[in-house]
Structure formats: C-alpha cells, structure tokens
C-alpha cells in the first residue's frame, strides 16, 4: 500500500518551454501533497504545499507563477515548469499524505528534469 | 523556527554491526518523528515513525525517541551494505501536517 507514482521519470526539454510533471497515489486518497526540489549532494527542499481543491501554498523564495502546482483531485497532482531555464534544472520528487490523521508521507520516484 | 540537525557523516560500520543515527531538534512541540532512506538518485523511502517516547522496533530497525532531551535515533542491527544510503530525520509539530527534514547522514556500511 501507500504507492506514489510520478511521470514522467526523467525529462529534457529546451530552455523557455514549460515541462509538467504529474504525481499520483495509486492506492490511497492524498489530501496533501508536498513537491520538492532536491540539488546534487543538497537536501530536500519542500517548494510547495497542495490540498486538494485548494490553491497551492509556496514556500518563500519559490516563485508561484514559475511552478504551477494544481491539484485537482485526491489521486493527482501536477507541477508545471513554466520557461524553464538551465538552473531549473534539479530532481523534483512529489509525496502524499493520506487523508485523516496520518502524519505519514509517501514519496514518489521523483522526476529528474535537465534543461539545455 | 524548527531546526533539525544531523550528522552529515558519512558513518561507516563494519558489515553485521549496530548502526546508530542521531537526529536532534529544537522544537519542543514537535509531535511526530519518522526516518526515511534515500539510496543515492532516488527518492527518499519511509521507513519508521514514532510519536511517543521510548523504543520502537520494526524488524532490523529500532527507533528511539526522548522528547525531554529532544533526540530520536534510528538504530539499525545486523548492518547490511545494501542499507548503505543517506538518512533522513524529519519532524513535524503539532497540528502541522508539514515536516521538517533535516540534511540527512551518510551511512557506509563495508563488507
């Protein structure tokens, strides 16, 4: 139980062009979703957080008009990169938590995006 | 501001000893504490939680919590190379469903 799934699992795409990338629990409703960045050797960085229904509340520094994050129900959600340039370029790994009480959060695969 | 602080490591243990990870926070109303792993290009996977002091075990894993010292710590027995990964605390306070990761230690265990 408790999968998270991402597409797609790796992407390049040309600097100025928008890239979305897709996170779905497969076996669980998710009330929130969580999207990260995550650099080489660096830590995760939380970008986002999503509830279902409800607009997506950005961490400071991260620019909402960049990354659209919409989620639209309680099996997906979805972060578009919007003219993406080459230090965009980064590991985004997408989690869930299950409705209820769970403090529990289950990760995604994450997407690997390379921007040239 | 909550803090989380880990020992980047790495920490290296022979094959088939007790790996100890230590994970300490500055929030004293953090309510729920969970390990995950996270292999080297992947993502981080979960491996325990715990929300109340004492020990709790799960197969190799036990995890260890002292809310008045404001540590948890992931011990893992019988160490395999394959458990060779970074490690990450995170935390999240009451009523808040968002953690707070701390920057993860480097575990290498050799053969």
């Known amino acids: 139980g408790a999968v998270v799934s991402q597409h797609p699992s790796w992407v390049i795409c040309k600097s100025g062009t928008s890239v979305k990338i897709e996170c779905r629990s497969l076996d669980f409703q998710a009330t929130t979703m969580f999207w990260y960045r995550q650099f080489p050797k660096q830590s995760l960085m939380l970008m986002a957080t999503s509830n279902e229904g409800s607009k997506a509340t950005y961490e400071q520094g991260v620019e909402k008009d960049k990354f659209l994050i919409n989620h639209a129900s309680l099996t997906l959600s979805t972060l578009t990169v919007t003219s993406a340039h080459p230090e965009d370029s980064s590991f985004y790994i997408c989690?869930?938590?299950?409705?209820?009480?769970?403090?529990?959060?289950?990760f995604g695969p994450g997407t690997r995006l390379t921007v040239t | 501001q909550k803090e989380v602080e880990q020992n980047s490591g790495p920490l290296s243990v022979p094959e088939g000893a007790i790996a100890s990870l230590n994970c300490t926070y500055s929030?004293?109303?953090?309510?729920?504490f969970f390990w995950y792993r996270q292999y080297s290009g992947k993502s981080p996977e979960l491996i325990m939680s715990i929300y109340s002091n004492g020990d709790k075990e799960d197969g190799r894993f036990t995890a260890q919590l002292n809310k008045a010292s404001q540590y948890v710590s992931l011990l893992i027995r019988d160490s395999q190379p394959s458990d060779s990964a970074t490690y990450l605390c995170a935390i999240t306070e009451g009523g808040s469903y968002i953690p707070t990761f701390g920057r993860g230690t480097s575990l290498i265990v050799h053969p």
């Open positions: 989690s869930a938590r299950a409705s209820g009480t769970s403090y529990e959060q289950y």
């Open positions: 929030d004293r109303v953090s309510q729920s």
